[in-house]
């Protein structure tokens, strides 16, 4: 391995999309790394897990939703260096899903149109997804 290798991180992440066919972003907190930016919802997957648990997990946690694995379909990935690991992002979209999101541990949350997307500043590694979500919806 070179002096520069880094571990890769897997975190699974969701496009939650509404009957108007918009997405969920959330905002991430001060603080964390990425502040400010819009990102999906979702997280680590912990050990044990598989990415689809760890997003049904996830989603109730941070969201207050409810959904299940069969609910989660796979669209694409984000697999993108950072300065401290290369982040390993499958992209699930969840239409089908009960409650209603609010965001349990305080942070923004916005329904985005797929053309709107581009007005919310994400993380380097979800750029690619754009396109793939506009084509989608
Ligand atoms: N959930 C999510 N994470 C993303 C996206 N894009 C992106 O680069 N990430 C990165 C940010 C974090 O480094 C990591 C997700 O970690 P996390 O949400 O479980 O944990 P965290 O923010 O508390 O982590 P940390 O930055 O404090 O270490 O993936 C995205 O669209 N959704």
């Known amino acids: 391995m070179s002096e520069t290798a880094r571990s890769i ?3 699974a992440a969701c496009a939650l999309i509404d009957s108007d ?4 972003l959330a905002q991430r907190p001060e603080g964390k790394s990425l502040a400010g930016l819009w990102e999906f919802p979702g ?3 912990e050990p ?3 990415p689809e ?3 049904v997990r996830e989603l109730h946690e941070e969201l207050g939703i409810t959904t299940k694995v069969a609910c989660l379909a796979p669209l694409s990935f984000a697999s993108h260096t950072y300065e401290k690991f290369h982040l390993l992002m499958p992209l699930y979209v969840c239409r089908r899903y009960e409650g209603i999101a609010h965001g349990k541990e305080g942070q923004a949350l916005k329904w985005v149109k797929p053309q709107a997307l581009r007005d919310y500043p994400m993380p380097p ?5 754009i396109p793939i979500l506009q084509d989608l919806l």
């Open 9 to 11: 991180l897997l975190v």
């Open 43 to 45: 997280g680590k997957v």
């Open 125 to 129: 590694a979800d750029e690619p997804l």
């Open 48 to 50: 044990g897990e598989t």
């Open 53 to 55: 648990e760890s997003l």
């Open 21 to 24: 066919g918009r997405i969920l």
